[in-house]
T-cell receptor
Framework: AQTVTQSQPEMSVQEAETVTLSCTYDTSESDYYLFWYKQPPSRQMILVIR??????QNATENRFSVNFQKAAKSFSLKISDSQLGDAAMYFCAYRSEYGGSQGNLIFGKGTKLSVKP | EPEVTQTPSHQVTQMGQEVILRCVPISNHLYFYWYRQILGQKVEFLVS????????KSEIFDDQFSVERPDGSNFTLKIRSTKLEDSAMYFC??????????????FGPGTRLTVL
């Protein structure tokens, strides 16, 4: 079974600085997808960024980028130029490509990010 | 922008009672999901639903749980006889596509279920 581990329960960053959130996962599959979701306080989870395992190039979405290391099974999220609105719980998630899955996600425990003004 | 909505935001019930959690997915979405998060633990998959039937379910989703799409817009999760360990945040999600790479799941804000 696949597992996702986020080893940082809480992180803090100064506004305008850069922060990296860690995620590791365990799988025996070669094709899969990885996601970072953001959940602001009392709000919905929203997708921040996704990475297909077959792609070597790291995904980037504006100030958000990932460092995908397939061999190491590592998928970290880098937030550049942090803003107060980035304060949220961040979840790393895995989705299998196989097994007739309709796409259910396997989540990590989350990292609570605080942004200091 | 369309959103997934869930009601109620907080439900308190007595052990052994039945509860129904409601979700309204995004209107053109075809795939629906329930997840739950026990306080301090991971978000866990419960069930996926497509074409009016369960596609996949986890070990958590036992006979006490059921899902339904009663009227083409609502998607409900019923817990027949609640236990203390059912206390959790329950998230509904929907997606336009299923297993493809474009399967972005849109989540609702969650229903906090407290079983006393």
């Amino acid at each position: 079974a696949q597992t996702v581990t986020q080893s940082q329960p809480e992180m803090s960053v100064q506004e305008a600085e850069t922060v990296t959130l860690s995620c590791t996962y365990d799988t025996s599959e070669s094709d899969y997808y990885l996601f970072w979701y953001k959940q602001p306080p009392s709000r919905q989870m929203i997708l921040v960024i996704r990475q297909e395992a077959y792609k070597q190039q790291n995904a980037t979405e504006n100030r958000f980028s990932v460092n995908f290391q397939k061999a190491a099974k590592s998928f970290s999220l880098k937030i550049s130029d942090s803003q107060l609105g980035d304060a949220a719980m961040y979840f790393c998630a895995y989705r299998s490509e196989y097994g007739g899955s309709q796409g259910n996600l396997i989540f990590g425990k989350g990292t609570k990010l605080s942004v200091k003004p | 922008e369309p959103e997934v909505t869930q009601t109620p935001s907080h439900q308190v019930t007595q052990m052994g009672q039945e509860v129904i959690l409601r979700c309204v997915p995004i209107s053109n979405h075809l795939y629906f999901y329930w997840y739950r998060q026990i306080l301090g633990q991971k978000v866990e998959f419960l069930v996926s639903f497509y074409n009016n039937e369960i596609s996949e379910k986890s070990e958590i989703f036992d006979d006490q749980f059921s899902v339904e799409r009663p009227d083409g817009s609502n998607f409900t999760l019923k817990i027949r006889s609640t236990k203390l360990e059912d206390s959790a945040m329950y998230f509904c999600a929907s997606s336009e596509f299923g297993g493809s790479s474009y399967n972005e799941q849109f989540f609702g804000p969650g229903t906090r279920l407290t079983v006393l």
